[in-house]
């Protein structure tokens, strides 16, 4: 939905564009940064502590890309909040970037994690849990097989490398600017001329991916009926909508051509749900109707606790099946020592069971589609060429007046400064956003309290901007 669908207002973004005066902006980022440090002394400590024993002063290296001088340090979180160790309550719209879409800490899912961690915690021996979280995987997603893994990641890996073994094919297609966490051949992107290449800060890529992927752009169908004919693509890895260059909606008809052209050419299509489960219990595979031969589900599946599966149609089970050598399974490039433990699958059977359920989901959703509405009417009244849009009960603002239908447009929109600020500012008056774009995640703890916080922060930082 686009802004003016959303609030009824008649806006024509060239007429009443307004752009960003950039000196201002530049102004409003250093009042921003200086209150930020101001008022975190203890973050500020522990930063500079934590630089003489963790590179870059982080655990993880994308935690020194937060907006502030360095990221505020967290002392505790439950449901849909966290304090920092300033003392600072935020309401927390990234939930771990999905992984806590769940709400920190959900009380099914910790007692459940309790009880098993004193039971053993992982024995690559299966439990009754295995079998309990994938009949309820069938139930949601309407595919019999499943297996599990530790990441999204993984998952996503061991899908290509079961759909490259079946098909006997060497490549997979992935769309322009997709994100699926660290699979190597998904960094790659289109660049002005067509050409596909390393994706721009591609840490040391094994080989040119372009040997090992084809990239079209996302909606489009030509694009994707020429790179299918060459009959070397084992599978697509896709996102039903694209999340992680803002949101990127399929356009009408794109799943029906997506799935029939896969088939025609003999490509299994996958489906990465990781993100785009906040179209509801069954993801927007069932929300949508979708009838992959593989799917992916990570991060939130066991309320943040490491897991992920991953599940088959009958016909490529059986495929795998056709192939299983008992003697080398264990050196296939498929698993991990820790995948399928028992901690993980209490955590998932917890989470599916108690958690993420259509309940949740029937909170989440209209928390989401206020949070639109309280952007959208901002946006409007302040005649930014900006819009917002939602999936489900993820929502998003995107620094372009029109909806992108492809990775290219979406990443065009992005502007790195603005981004920032409008992190920043928002950090400051006590809400995260995920970073690196502008997304918000409701959690079944998400209040209209908190979303209505939201609407009136953005507002402010959106008068301030424009003056
Ligand atoms: C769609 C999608 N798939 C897979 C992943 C990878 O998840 P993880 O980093 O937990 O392996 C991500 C991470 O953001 C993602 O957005």
């Known amino acids: 939905m686009s802004l003016c669908d959303l609030c009824g207002l008649s ?5 009443t564009m307004k752009t960003i005066d950039r000196g201002r902006l530049q102004s409003l980022m250093q009042r921003e940064q200086k209150k930020f440090v101001e008022e975190r002394p203890k973050s500020k400590a522990l930063f500079e502590r934590a630089r003489k024993s963790l ?7 994308w935690m020194v890309k937060w907006a502030g001088a360095f990221p505020p340090f967290v002392r505790e979180a439950e449901g849909a909040h966290f304090v920092d160790v300033d003392g600072h309550r935020y309401i927390d719209f990234c939930l771990g970037d999905t992984g806590a879409m769940t709400g920190h800490s959900p009380s099914a899912t910790v007692k459940a994690v309790e009880e098993q961690a004193r039971r053993g915690i992982t024995l690559m021996l299966p439990g009754e849990d295995s079998i309990l979280v994938a009949e309820e995987l ?16 993984d998952a996503n890996r ?7 073994q079946i098909t006997a094919r060497p490549k997979i297609l992935a769309f322009n600017w997709c994100y699926h966490g660290t699979v190597d051949e998904t960094f790659i992107t ?3 001329d067509g050409k596909a290449g390393p994706r721009a800060g591609s840490i040391g890529p094994p080989v040119n991916p372009a040997i090992t992927t084809t990239v079209v752009e996302f909606n489009d169908v030509g694009a994707l009926e020429r790179a299918l004919a060459a009959g070397d693509v084992a599978c697509v890895l896709a996102e039903p909508a694209m999340t992680n260059v803002g949101i990127v909606h399929a356009q009408p008809g794109y799943h029906a051509a997506l799935r029939e052209l896969t088939r025609k050419h003999g490509t299994l299509l996958i489906i990465d749900e990781t993100h785009t489960i906040c179209a509801g219990p069954g993801g927007y595979t069932r929300a949508e109707n979708l009838d992959p ?29 056709a192939r299983q050598e008992l003697e080398n399974c264990d050196v296939g490039g498929i698993g991990g020592t820790l995948a399928g433990n028992a901690l993980s699958l209490a955590a998932m059977r917890a989470t599916l069971g108690e958690v993420l359920t259509k309940k949740a989901f029937d909170r989440m959703i209209p928390m989401a589609e206020r949070w639109m509405a309280g952007v959208a009417k901002a946006i409007a009244d302040t005649k930014l060429p900006w819009h917002v849009t939602r999936l489900g009960c993820r929502a998003e603002y995107l620094f372009g007046a029109k909806e992108p239908k492809n990775g290219t447009e979406a990443h065009d929109a992005m502007d790195f400064d603005l981004e ?20 918000a995640l409701m959690s079944p703890d998400t209040t209209a309290k908190d979303v209505d916080r939201h609407t009136e922060v953005f507002r402010e930082a959106v008068e301030g901007l424009v003056g």
Not at 138 to 153: D, H
Not at 158 to 164: E, H, P, T
Not at 425 to 439: E, Q
């Open 11 to 15: 806006f024509d973004p060239i007429l």
């Open 420 to 439: 920032r600020f409008m992190h920043l500012y928002a950090m400051n008056r006590g809400i995260l956003l995920t970073p690196f774009h502008n997304m």
């Open 158 to 164: 061991f899908s290509i490398r079961l759909a490259r």
């Open 190 to 192: 289109l660049n002005a």
């Open 293 to 321: 031969d593989i799917l992916v589900f990570g991060k939130a599946i066991g309320g943040g606790i490491p897991g992920a599966a991953y599940g088959f149609s009958q016909e490529v089970a059986e495929r795998i099946g």
């Open 55 to 61: 590179l870059a002063g982080v655990p993880m290296n």
């Open 138 to 153: 069938q139930k949601r997603f309407q595919l019999p097989y499943w297996q599990f893994a530790l990441t999204a990641t």
